[in-house]
């Protein structure tokens, strides 16, 4: 990898500034014209930042010893489980936070550290702004739940 890329942060600036502009919505003639460049160069870049983070969260599955659910590269999303833990995983990409690990825990509304439930709650909104998911009153929400609305819109299978 370039030296301005690192596992955590797997994408160069130019394939981070195109996934984060095709992950809020622009068309791929919108990016090109944005960062006066083709669509060919766009779409080469975003299958080059697919990949790449495919491959990264493959990885940090591996490394964690998680069993691997699906893949979503598209949105930067492993849906996982750990069979020690017996607990689901996500692991996470986006552009502010790099990757991320997310596990579901039985009983999250034991989890008191308010700093961590703000840091948490913090990174979970910056997710769903990134791809612009709206949360409704998510002031309001304890971050477990705020994980799960915002993960099931990402990945399908979660809901359950």
């Not at 490394?63 to 492993?78: A, C, K, S, Y």
């Not at 910056?126 to 929400?141: C, F, N, P, S, T």
């Not at 819109?153 to 359950?160: D, G, R, V, W």
Request: charged residues 20%.
């Amino acid at each position: 990898m370039p030296i301005n890329c690192t596992f955590s942060s797997p994408l160069s600036p130019k394939q981070k500034a195109v996934w984060s502009l095709i992950l809020k919505g622009f068309s791929v003639s919108a990016i090109a014209k944005k960062l006066s460049t083709t669509r060919q160069y766009v779409n080469q870049t975003r299958l080059t930042a697919e990949a790449k983070l495919s491959a990264t969260l493959l990885e940090v599955a591996r490394v964690n010893d998680l069993q691997v659910t699906r893949v979503h590269p598209r949105e930067g999303i492993l849906v996982g489980f750990h069979p020690a833990l017996q607990r689901k995983a996500i692991v996470t990409y986006s552009s502010a936070h790099g990757i991320k690990i997310w596990y579901w825990h039985d009983n999250p509304e034991e989890v008191t550290n308010q700093g961590f439930l703000r840091q948490t709650r913090e990174y979970l909104l910056d997710l769903a702004e990134e791809r612009g998911i709206d949360v409704k009153e998510a002031a309001q929400l304890h971050p477990a739940k705020l994980a799960h609305d915002i993960f099931s819109q990402l990945a399908p299978e979660i809901k359950s």
